[in-house]
């Protein structure tokens, strides 16, 4: 299938079953906003759980956090987005759209590194570009009431910083020790110069961050450890293998403080071979906890002398820093240090699109296409649907009372319009693994039939089998 018409699928199909809308819809859409839908509401949670479930519930070493989306302005100063965040862009001179520069392409057989070769993506015009300036991508806002007290803050673009900042509270109020993560998932928001490409790249977005704490001299090791155990928690929720792939960062690309760092890129549909990045992990040495440190021998001083908070420049490091606040005790090599941390991060969004692309299909049954979602069960949105074949001799009644039972343990759903060939195409667009079928055997013998997603083979099961037929099956 065309790369592009996949991409295009799929964007109808999230639409046409109410995977995902266009933000604000019936005001003519806010651009690079989206909505889940019933069924992306669903998918998107499942996301969500996977991960939580592999990084929390799985592990004795990583611990939760849900932390607030406005933080202590210092808190962007110290982890250096106040004065760093932003991208590099270029502003053409022909139709005055604000592009990436390194998202510029080159024109056709130019090789040259700067703009004069470089294409604009929404005119096409060559090398009409101005000077490349610095665009921040931190949203602000005011908070506080009262014009004297109000201050200017920021919504939150990574969720990792609020880990960093309740690090000694998790180390003060559990009884964990290092090496241990901290992992959590909520919203983000950068003010991203291009978006498009659907929910791939938004302004508003949902990130999954593991922080994980180690002692200097261990973090190559843990390095490795969430590079493997990341790619395969993408492959054990059904990504084709020749989709993803391991991408190290070249020397000029990592940032200042971080030792390694490593893509895991998912081959999109976008363009031909079109590999993207889904999650980022990099060993970022101890320079957050460093920073933090700073930032509050900061705040301490100013305590004393006050002044314009927005203008504040952080302290120098002070030579033992090491004994420091955010230092950690280690018991058993009885020493001090700030410890090093490896940050695997991911993009919810990000992974819902890769686990929709990967699971669509079409096929052929009896001469009619089928477009279906091959999901992984841990993922559908809904595990079973129940179906009476027909709408009388009360084979309704006994489909309700299935229903009612399996919906306790499973997301289900019941259904008793159309034809059921119809009944069945709609499932297999929403991802549905099982359909189960109540006919008039089933009144005779108490049996229904469970019909599969993928093979479509169908088997005659007991009522009393259904449930735990679906346990072994699912797999949850
Ligand atoms: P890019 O280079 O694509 O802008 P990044 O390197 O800035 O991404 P990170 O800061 O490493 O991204 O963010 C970690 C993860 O968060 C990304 O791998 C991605 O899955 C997700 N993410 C980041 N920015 C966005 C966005 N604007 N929309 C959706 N997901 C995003």
């Not at 939760?64 to 004065?83: E, R, T």
């Not at 759209?97 to 294409?119: I, Q, T, Y």
Request: overall charge neutral; hydrophobic content about 35%.
């Amino acid at each position: 299938m065309a790369t592009l018409t996949k991409l295009d699928d799929i964007v109808s199909l999230c639409k046409r079953r109410g995977f995902i809308f266009q933000s604000s819809e019936i005001y003519g859409g806010l651009a690079s906003c989206y909505d889940y839908g019933p069924l992306g509401s669903e998918l998107k949670r499942n996301v969500r759980n996977a991960w939580w479930k592999s990084t929390v519930q799985m592990r004795d070493d990583v611990v939760g956090l849900d932390c607030s989306i406005f933080m202590h302005p210092l808190v962007w100063k110290a982890s250096g987005h106040a004065d760093k965040f932003a991208d590099i862009v270029t502003v053409c001179k022909k139709c005055n759209v604000r592009s990436r520069v390194d998202h510029l392409a080159n024109a056709e057989n130019k090789k040259a590194e700067g703009l004069a070769d470089k294409v604009c993506p929404a005119c096409g015009a060559v090398g009409q570009f101005t000077e490349p300036m610095p665009f921040r991508l931190m949203f602000e806002t005011q908070m506080g009431a009262n014009v004297d007290d109000s201050m200017t803050i920021f919504l939150r673009p990574e969720t990792a910083q609020g880990i960093f900042v309740n690090f000694r509270n998790v180390l003060d109020t559990t009884r964990i020790k290092i090496p241990f993560g901290i992992a959590q998932i909520g919203k983000s928001f950068r003010n991203e110069v291009t978006t498009k490409r659907f929910i791939f790249r938004t302004r508003e977005f949902e990130q999954a961050e593991i922080e994980f704490f180690c002692a200097p001299g261990t973090d190559k090791q843990w390095y490795e450890h969430w590079k493997e155990t990341r790619f395969n928690w993408y492959l054990n929720l059904g990504i084709k293998k020749e989709n993803l792939r391991l991408r190290p960062h070249e020397k000029d690309e990592l940032a200042h403080y971080a030792k390694a760092c490593v893509d895991v890129e998912y081959k999109f549909p976008f363009d031909v071979d079109d590999w993207q990045e889904l999650e980022g992990i990099a060993n970022r040495t101890d320079f957050d906890l460093r920073q933090h440190q700073r930032g509050m021998r900061t705040l301490n001083a100013w305590y004393e002398k006050k002044g314009d908070l927005s203008k504040i420049e952080l302290n120098s490091e002070s030579e033992d820093y090491q004994k420091g606040p955010l230092s950690y005790f280690d018991e058993e090599g009885k020493q001090r240090f700030i410890p090093y941390v490896i940050e695997p991060s991911a993009g919810i969004d990000r992974s819902c699109l890769a686990f929709l692309v990967d699971a669509y299909d079409e096929d052929e049954v009896n001469g009619e296409k089928r477009s279906l979602l091959r999901f992984h069960p841990a993922l559908a949105p809904v595990k079973a649907a129940i179906f009476p074949l027909v709408k009388k001799d009360g084979l309704p009644e006994i489909a309700r009372n299935i229903y009612d039972d399996l919906k306790k343990y499973f997301s289900c759903f019941y259904d008793e319009k159309s034809a059921v060939g119809r009944r069945y195409r709609r499932q297999d667009e929403a991802g549905t693994p099982f359909c189960i079928t109540v006919d008039g055997q089933t009144k005779e013998d108490q049996t229904v039939t469970v019909r599969e997603r993928d093979s479509m083979k169908q088997e005659r099961i007991n009522i009393s089998q259904v449930k735990q037929y679906l346990r072994e099956k699912l797999d949850i």
